[in-house]
């Protein structure tokens, strides 16, 4: 829709000129990734998240497909693509879930996206900060879908390329394939030309070495290739404000 892409583009600018947090930090990942990209790709996805904040609070239809296969129990990784907040949302109206979510740095945004997935009739269900590995197997026990965000530096992760460098990524998900064997899936979010938020979940058939530090190193790195092929294809949809490549001792 013409709106849609009108409002990101001047909200994309309005940060660019008006309030560039972490701008800096923006810049660098751009040139780091894709030396050749332009800035436009990073304030087109700064724009894109800002819109996705209005569409949670008003609602959004999303052509979600992939996720009837994930029923009865699976595991499923993503990333900050796209309107990703909207399509969690919308993809627990259709199967129970259940995540691994960051808390945002800002507590006004936390608390609004708390009170949106708290009041949205969904079936989604946050793991608990302590005790989370647990709580994830108890409820792919219960046939509940667990989803994994994996494209954020983890301090006490695992470094594995990404873009030929370097990120420290949770291992998380890795642990838990490799001692449960679940059905694995990954899944992709994007907003289309005309506006329209498209999600896809697709089935992955990876071999799970039998050792377990060489499966998370393996499995983990997977995912991460997974998510920076994503992200080649649609760079303008991954929030590049992230300080993915920061060292762990800073």
């Given amino acids: 829709m013409i709106g849609t892409r009108a409002a990101i583009w001047c909200l994309g600018w309005v940060w660019w000129l008006c309030i560039p947090v972490r701008r800096t930090v923006a810049r660098a990942n751009l040139a780091r990734a894709l030396p050749s990209a332009s800035p436009a790709l990073v304030r087109r996805a700064v724009g894109s998240v800002f819109v996705g904040y209005v569409e949670l609070l008003f609602g959004r239809k999303v052509d979600w497909q992939g996720l009837e296969a994930a029923r009865g129990g699976a595991v499923l990784f993503t990333a900050h693509l796209g309107p990703w907040d909207t399509c969690l ?19 006004v945004a936390a608390a609004a996206i708390a009170r949106l997935r ?25 046939g509940r879908l667990v989803v994994f965000v994996l494209d954020q530096r983890h301090h006490a992760g695992v470094p594995v390329p990404f873009f030929h460098a370097p990120a420290w990524t949770s291992a998380a998900f890795a642990a838990m394939v490799h001692r449960e064997r679940p059905r694995i899936f990954a899944s992709v979010q994007w907003r289309d030309h005309r506006g329209i938020v498209h999600a896809r979940a697709r089935p992955l058939f990876w071999a799970i070495p ?8 393996l499995l983990t790195a997977r995912t991460q290739a997974w998510i920076e092929d994503r992200i080649r294809e649609r760079p303008g949809d991954w929030w590049w404000l992230h300080r993915r490549w920061k060292p762990r001792n800073d």
């Fill in 89 to 107: 949302l919308e993809a627990a109206r259709r199967v129970p879930i259940t995540v691994f979510l960051k808390v945002p740095s800002s507590p």
């Fill in 118 to 142: 708290q009041h949205a009739s969904v079936d989604l269900e946050p793991l608990p900060v302590h005790g989370s590995m647990a709580a994830a197997r108890d409820a792919l026990a219960r």
């Fill in 210 to 217: 039998e050792a377990r530090e060489e499966a998370i190193a």
